[in-house]
């Protein structure tokens, strides 16, 4: 569906109450792939506050562009290899 | 001069008058039950204590003593053990309604190390429920408190083992750290707290939190203590994948050494810029580092990443690994979680798999960043919290508060890492640094605080608790 505003004026703006439902409804959405239907129905808050804290922490590091930059701990063969 | 109080003796004094036929591990035992009986209706520092055994361990160490018969050098020591640290036959609750029934089946390594150096567990001490949420009245059990105030928080989240520690409750305590929950007690409460070398000590039969996080140390009132505990602790165990092969003995080797040919970096950055720390905290610091300039040592200004990078890090990371332990119990019984510990533990199920492996490719940079500045310097000083401990029952500025910190950098490079006192607020709560060294250096760490402690006399205050 088209937003209102795009389909008076041609332009997207922001639209805070729509952004909100988008938002819920991706929060909810996600929830539920993640196994978590009861956590969304008795305590809704916590969960939005989870996915926002989420995308708050992630957007906090500067990853790194080298794709030679390997994460940590090193991989290394162990017994059974 | 006065000999101290029994429950304010180190377990290091506490062996000496043992040796000397001063004390006995019984008398010990007596007075600490007897400060537990007075003070733990109002600081709450144990969920279970395990009196009867303790006694009976107590009774043993003494024949054994009478008979020349020393265990190890914390022979008839009794010790506080975090709940979230495995005791054969005792619940492991994690501080929740989650694992209320869970009894353990066997020692943690830690214990049978603690048990083999003649250590008696005298019981389990409150934490942040899973070791992540915060003082929090939505538990089985209320939350520590913390001796200096009763009305504020003792940090966390080892918060039992710190408000029993500096208490006088217990002279020793086991604690974990994934975020810096040995340290923030420590920091709180007003004495010393170790996080050693990642892979150092083993974490096999400790409720994990985040695996490539976690580490176990002691709480103490003074580093001598904390070196003995390390003695104890230390060794390779191959029952933990994390586990060094280091051979690394006799942590308080250096104890006396002084600080005079030592060079430390001062992180001024993060408690002047990254986290503008309270006014009195940044004068704590600087008057450390002017002590430890006095006692010798060159003492230069150093730059690491940014702390809220670090933070990120930490999160990104922690909650990815807390996700994959508690995503059953968060999908089946979220109810049963306190909302504080249940809003950390949630966000790791929006978290992609992308940005865990992004946080864990960044850690490898930042762990370079701080080898490269430990080439040119022995040990780090800096920050360990921005604030003193905050009221507990103030959730606003609790949560404001807990994070202005700067620990977690060092679970994110698992150099060894210890807070301790260096000073009293105007309202009459502690002020903490913090010691960093280089991998499997946390002697080098023991000598630089030993020093400092030699230098001031923070560590011989008390709370005013009686």
Redesign the interface.
């Known amino acids: 569906m088209i937003p209102s505003d795009l389909q008076k004026t041609g332009a997207m703006t922001p639209d805070p109450i729509a952004a909100d439902l988008l938002a819920a409804d991706l929060i909810a959405a996600l929830a539920r792939a993640a196994g978590l239907d009861k956590a969304l129905a008795a305590f809704p808050e916590d969960v939005a506050a989870a996915a926002a804290q989420a995308l708050a922490t992630t957007g906090a590091i500067r990853v790194p562009v080298d794709p030679a930059a390997e994460p940590w701990p090193p991989m290394r063969p162990g017994i059974g290899l | 001069m006065t000999a101290p109080a029994p429950h304010w003796l180190s377990a290091s004094e506490a062996a000496r008058a043992f040796a000397a036929r001063t004390l006995s591990p019984v008398e010990l035992l007596t007075a600490l039950l007897a400060r537990i009986d007075a003070l733990q209706p109002t600081l709450h520092a144990f969920i279970r204590l395990d009196a009867e055994a303790a006694m009976d361990a107590a009774r043993t160490a003494e024949r054994e003593l009478a008979a020349r018969h020393v265990r190890g050098p914390l022979h008839g020591i009794p010790i506080g053990v975090k709940d979230i640290i495995d005791v054969a036959g005792l619940p492991t609750t994690c501080h929740s309604a989650i694992l209320r029934d869970n009894i353990a089946t066997a020692d943690a390594t830690v214990i049978a190390k603690l048990r083999a150096a003649g250590a008696i567990i005298l019981g389990k001490t409150a934490t942040h429920e899973f070791a992540i949420g915060g003082p929090s009245f939505d538990l089985p059990f209320p939350p520590a408190r913390n001796p200096w105030n009763p009305a504020h928080h003792p940090g966390g989240s080892s918060s039992g083992s710190g408000a029993g520690v500096a208490a006088g409750l217990i002279p020793v305590a086991l604690g974990s750290d994934t975020g810096g929950s040995v340290r923030n007690p420590a920091s709180c409460c007003g004495i010393v707290g170790l996080k050693p070398t990642y892979g150092l000590v083993s974490r096999r039969g400790v409720f994990p939190l985040s695996y ?1 996080l976690d580490h176990v140390g002691p709480l103490t009132r003074t580093v001598a203590d904390a070196a003995l505990m390390l003695d104890a602790l230390a060794g390779h165990d191959p029952a933990d994948p994390a586990s060094a092969p280091s051979q690394a003995r006799l942590f308080g080797r250096e104890l006396d050494r002084g600080v005079r040919d030592l060079r430390i970096g001062f992180v001024r950055h993060f408690h002047e810029t990254d986290l503008p720390a309270h006014p009195e905290m940044t004068a704590a610091l600087e008057e450390a580092a002017r002590v430890l300039q006095a006692e010798g040592a060159e003492v230069r200004t150093v730059t690491l990443p940014d702390l ?2 670090f ?3 930490n ?2 990371i922690l ?1 990815s690994e807390a996700w994959s332990i508690h ?1 059953p119990w ?3 019984r ?2 049963d979680y306190g ?1 504080l510990s ?2 950390r ?8 798999a992308g ?1 865990y ?9 930042m ?1 370079a960043a701080v080898e490269e500045t430990l080439r040119d310097v022995d040990v780090l000083l800096c920050a360990s919290s921005m604030d003193p401990a905050s009221r507990i029952e103030d959730a606003a500025e609790t949560a404001r508060t807990y994070p202005r910190q700067a620990r977690t950098p060092f679970n994110v490079t698992g150099h060894p890492a210890l807070a301790m006192m260096a000073g009293l607020s105007r309202d009459g709560l502690p002020l903490s640094l913090q010691f960093v060294g280089r991998y499997f250096q946390d002697a080098t760490v023991l000598r630089a605080a030993a020093a400092y402690e030699r230098a001031t006399d923070w560590h011989i205050r008390r709370p005013p608790i009686g």
């Open positions: 490539t809220t990078e933070a990120g890090v999160r990104v909650t995503a968060l999908r089946a979220p109810g909302q249940r809003r533990l949630l966000p790791g199920a929006f978290i992609p940005d492996v992004g946080a864990q490719r960044r850690r490898t940079q762990i």
